[in-house]
């Protein structure tokens, strides 16, 4: 074994830009899926079937389907359709599709709206009734019932769940590395591999990293969730999200 390779200036710059690429991956990822995912939320938890159904779909196809896929039928197949690269040169916005960071990013961004989306319309499905007739008492429409009751609500309640995807969201950006001319994390130990033939070396270093930010990012969700949910927390330092209806608890 030689670690001592993984101290080398080249190495490092090149893990360096890995990282780089891989950050910038996931927050455009994410922070994408988030503006897309709350409105299209609250159509699927509306209960309108003419506009709930396509919502469903959508996210039952992006979630039934592997990540890995998606990017293969982006990059390899509609950016690669003839009809697309007769376009791609002038017309927006198939200009992009030439672009395998644009490919790679579509892929992801549509990923995890699908599994955002379900999981802010389920927190909006668990509303407490009593929230929502406390606020019609008031004369609230129901725009403004779910703009500032609702919806606010909702979003809490998802953040423990949300911030399980954006972990998983992490490590799937590890699939970009299959994109040509993409370098990410995984992509620059590949790269390290292709060049010194130390396969053990160069993904280790890779798995390390991958843990670090691993951790980072879980100490940036709990103090978002700290703040977040600091009305609901209990004296003991748990979160009481959603507390059982007397009939509903489990007996002592």
Not at 70 to 92: C, E, F, K, S
Not at 103 to 121: G, K, M, P, Q, R
């Amino acid at each position: 074994m030689d670690f001592a390779t993984l101290l080398e200036a080249d190495t490092l710059r090149l893990y360096a830009g890995g990282i780089v690429v891989t950050l910038e991956l996931l927050v455009v990822s994410l922070a994408c899926g988030i503006v897309l995912s709350i409105p299209l939320a609250v159509v699927r938890a509306s209960g309108v079937r003419v506009l709930a159904l396509p919502v469903a779909a959508f996210t039952f196809v992006l979630r039934g389907t592997p990540l890995l896929v998606q990017v293969y039928l982006i990059y390899y197949g509609v950016a690669q359709l003839d009809w697309v690269q007769a376009r791609w040169d002038a017309i927006w916005p198939w200009v992009w599709f030439k672009e395998p960071v644009f490919c790679t990013l579509t892929a992801f961004v549509l990923n995890t709206t699908a599994y955002t989306i379900e999981l802010v319309a389920g927190a909006i499905r668990e509303t407490s009734h009593g929230e929502i007739e406390a606020a019609q008492s008031f004369g609230m429409g129901r725009a403004t019932l779910m703009r500032r009751i609702v919806l606010p609500s909702a979003l809490r309640r998802a953040l423990p769940a949300y911030g399980n995807e954006a972990i998983l969201m992490l490590h799937a950006t590890a699939i970009a590395s299959v994109v040509p001319g993409i370098v990410d994390l995984t992509g620059a130990a590949n790269s390290l591999y292709a060049t010194t033939y130390l396969p053990f070396e160069a993904y280790s270093a890779a798995a390390l990293i991958y843990l670090a930010l691993t951790f980072v990012l879980v100490l940036m969700l709990r103090w978002v969730e700290s703040h977040a949910l600091a009305h609901l927390r209990r004296p003991g330092g748990t979160f009481a999200l959603a507390p059982a209806a007397p009939d509903e608890a489990h007996p002592a």
